[in-house]
């Protein structure tokens, strides 16, 4: 099995928005729920948001109004907009699916002026 | 504040059994929601370690075993080994307003 690839910018000012996308290969993509994960650096894993191939998204409620997953199903892509970032959004955020060991490499996204 | 509640730090030597807690309460563990467990060594994304309670998926050595009973889950490791030093994550779900997919803090086992 191929591990979901994902990519994005790593260094963002405050008031940005960060952006990020996954790619599933060699997977079904249909019938499950995509999800992204976030881990501030020492800390543990807070769980963003998901959404499946139809495009029905579910957030973490403490994020919700920052947070937009939209999902290609052409591509087998889905991406994560989060808008107005701060020095509290600095961490590592992975793409997976839940209940598998079907997770992305990660990406370190620093926030600082 | 994770939803979930686990020990920060654990600490064994090899051979020995260590168990790691996973305390939720009536709106996600005690509300019949299933529990899943991941390791994850440094620097690198977390593997799921135990799914549905008390299930291993393929690969998963049987040192490595899960259960869970009321409001509650447990990771028991026996055997210890050096290798077993990581994070371990607690996952489930919750039906209130904390969210949905919920995660406890990590606990980070330390083999002496």
Do not use: M
Not at chain 1, 72 to 88: G, I, M, P
Not at chain 2, 46 to 62: A, E, F, T, W
């Amino acid at each position: 099995q191929v591990p979901p690839k994902q990519w994005g910018a790593g260094l963002l000012k405050p008031s940005e928005t960060l952006s990020l996308t996954c790619a599933v290969y060699g997977e079904s993509f249909s019938g499950y729920y995509w999800s992204w994960i976030r881990q501030p650096p020492g800390k543990g894993l807070q769980w963003i948001g998901e959404i499946n191939h139809s495009g029905s998204p579910n957030y973490n409620p403490s994020l919700k109004s920052r947070v937009t997953i939209l999902v290609d199903t052409s591509k087998k892509q889905f991406s994560l907009r989060l808008t107005s970032v701060t020095a509290a959004d600095t961490a590592v955020y992975y793409c997976a699916r839940l209940g598998t060991s079907f997770w992305g490499q990660g990406t370190l996204v620093t926030v600082s002026s | 504040q994770s939803v979930l509640t686990q020990p920060p730090s654990l600490s064994g030597a090899p051979g020995q059994r260590v168990t790691i807690s996973c305390t939720g309460s009536s709106s996600n563990i005690g509300a019949g929601y299933d529990v899943d467990w991941y390791q994850q060594l440094p620097g690198t994304a977390p593997k799921l370690l135990i799914y549905g309670n008390s299930n291993r998926p393929s690969g998963v050595p049987d040192r490595f075993s899960g259960s869970k009973s009321g409001t509650s889950a447990s990771l028991a490791i026996t055997g210890l080994q050096v290798e077993d030093e990581a994070d371990y994550h607690c996952q489930s779900y919750d039906n209130s307003l904390s969210g949905y997919v919920v995660f406890g803090g990590g606990t980070k086992l330390t083999v002496l």
